[in-house]
T-cell receptor
Framework: GAVVSQHPSWVICKSGTSVKIECRSL??????MFWYRQFPKQSLMLMAT?????????EQGVEKDKFLINHASLTLSTLTVTSAHPEDSSFYIC????????????FGDGTRLSIL | GENVEQHPSTLSVQEGDSAVIKCTYS??????FPWYKQELGKRPQLIID?????GEKKDQRIAVTLNKTAKHFSLHITETQPEDSAVYFC?????????FGKGTLLTVNP
């Protein structure tokens, strides 16, 4: 399966700070990456689909101006949480699909974001 | 969009027993059904998946069955071991996006 690297693994910062999370596909050229958010003891909720060279597609209820996604190359997508507040504290995980159509998704290690 | 229901939410078994987790889905066009295992604080890991052209798939102690008519699929773990303890998620696709079930916390007691 695809090898996915996510960085950083853990961030603690003050309210109002913007935080950038990187997701890299190390062995596969990914035209599409997915960003999920997972609150404690809950399931994975898709936030947005990141498309290389074009705008991301956001799920209903996800603010695109708050969660900025950039997918400038086939191996890197970034998620920036702008002006983060305590309610944004969560586990953010990216994934890469190994091909077109319905294929397995392989996840990065996740980023635990804590906003004080 | 897809709606995925997963049961039970928690499951406790004795080591060596079998565990079964069930999921239902709503989109009859869905044709790929993965199962993920997530240990505390770690990434979800794909453990087995099945496509709609088969009814069952097995990999050592893990098996998945699919009933397309009834729109449900199940994960079966036999001879459970303490290291099987984790949260398990089923998922189903719609428009190349995965919708996940709410998860099942499996505890295997030694």
């Amino acid at each position: 399966g695809a090898v996915v690297s996510q960085h950083p693994s853990w961030v603690i910062c003050k309210s109002g700070t913007s935080v950038k999370i990187e997701c890299r596909s190390l062995d596969f050229q990914a035209t599409t990456m997915f960003w999920y958010r997972q609150f404690p003891k809950q399931s994975l909720m898709l936030m947005a689909t990141s498309n290389e060279g074009s705008k991301a597609t956001y799920e209903q209820g996800v603010e695109k101006d708050k969660f900025l996604i950039n997918h400038a190359s086939l191996t890197l997508s970034t998620l920036t949480v702008t002006s983060a507040h305590p309610e944004d504290s969560s586990f953010y995980i990216c994934s890469v699909s190994a091909g077109t159509g319905n294929q397995p998704q392989h996840f990065g290690d996740g980023t635990r974001l804590s906003i004080l | 969009g897809e709606n995925v229901e997963q049961h039970p939410s928690t499951l406790s078994v004795q080591e060596g027993d079998s565990a079964v987790i069930k999921c239902t889905y709503s989109d009859s066009a869905s044709n790929y059904f993965p199962w993920y295992k997530q240990e505390l604080g770690k990434r979800p890991q794909l453990i087995i998946d099945i496509r709609s052209n088969v009814g069952e798939k097995k990999d050592q102690r893990i098996a998945v069955t699919l009933n397309k008519t009834a729109k449900h699929f199940s994960l079966h773990i036999t001879e459970t071991q303490p290291e099987d303890s984790a949260v398990y998620f089923c998922a189903a696709p719609s428009n190349y996006k995965l919708t996940f079930g709410k998860g099942t916390l499996l505890t295997v007691n030694p």
